[in-house]
């Protein structure tokens, strides 16, 4: 029988799901709705910019994208064959997920590599 | 072994499997059926707050003016209606997530298993501790 990926692809859904849903409900709240619209006061460019700079931060930002994204890929591509039922379109589908999901976290780790 | 194949090739002395046809709507045919598709299209959300995110850094990296742009973009109001929709969505994405915990590890004690609470209320507490934290690194920087 030919070994599956899927419980490899399994694994990143699942640790994407848990990362997603502690950290972003109030990454997203504050970083793009509450500090710029001025409900909440902003961090200085400067300080933020600090500590983005920790190895800690960006480590959990990195994590955070990668897993997340991995998240969006398998869960995504279970919505199409799923809810559209267009499982026959697999070899367009599957790479546009995964391969969007490695192409997103090769970004991410140039970004905070050189940030 | 033969697999099962997706599209095999039918031929006259071969006739075509019976597959009932279901809509490619069918999931608004009931309110259970539309909440595990909204709950499947968080995911889209989740991807769009890394894209964001990702514009977010290389902005700040670009530097001070680069990052004053991309404030104002963040009041355009298209994307302030955007990231509205995906406060809800991954809102919706963890408690969705949290409910599912006691579904997916089934711990039992004494045989029993434990009850649902016992793993979702931790799972809401480190939840509140971790956007607490988050919160407290930024609103102190």
Redesign the interface.
């Known amino acids: 029988m030919k070994r599956s990926n899927e419980p490899v692809l399994w694994v990143l859904f699942s640790a994407?799901?848990?990362v997603?849903?502690?950290?972003?409900?109030?990454?997203?709240?504050?970083?793009?709705?509450a500090?710029?619209?001025g409900w909440?006061?902003p961090?200085?460019?400067e300080?933020?910019?600090s500590?983005?700079r920790l190895p800690i931060t960006r480590l959990v930002?990195f994590a955070?994208?990668f897993f997340?994204?991995f998240?969006?890929a398998?869960?995504?591509r279970?919505?199409l064959y799923?809810?559209?039922?267009i499982?026959?379109l697999?070899q367009l589908i599957f790479p546009f997920c995964y391969g969007g999901a490695l192409v997103?976290t090769a970004?991410?780790a140039y970004?905070?590599w050189?940030? | 072994m033969n697999e099962v194949r997706q599209n095999p090739a039918y031929t006259e002395f071969r006739p075509r499997w019976y597959r009932a046809q279901v809509s490619t709507w069918w999931w608004l045919g009931r309110w259970s059926y539309l909440k595990f598709i909204l709950r499947e299209i968080s995911s889209v959300f989740v991807a769009w707050f890394v894209a964001e995110l990702l514009l977010a850094l290389s902005a700040l990296s670009s530097g001070p003016g680069d990052y004053g742009e991309f404030q104002d973009f963040l009041r355009n109001p298209f994307v302030v209606a955007t990231n509205v929709v995906s406060l809800f969505f991954v809102i919706f994405h963890a408690v969705t997530w949290f409910n599912l915990a006691p579904k997916a590890m089934a711990v039992r004690v004494g045989g029993k298993r434990i009850p649902d609470l016992w793993i979702e209320g931790p799972n809401y507490l480190a939840w509140a501790v971790v956007s607490a934290i988050v919160a407290w690194f930024l609103l102190r920087a």
């Not at chain 1, 997603?20 to 709705?33: E, Q, R, S, T």
């Not at chain 1, 799923?82 to 039922?85: A, C, I, K, R, V």
């Open positions: 994407g799901g848990v997603a849903a502690f950290l972003i409900p109030v990454l997203l709240f504050l970083l793009f709705l500090f710029p619209l909440l006061k961090p200085s460019y300080s933020l910019l500590l983005v930002l955070l994208c997340s994204l998240h969006w398998h869960r995504f279970y919505t799923d809810g559209l039922q499982k026959h697999n997103g970004v991410a970004i905070l050189n940030i």
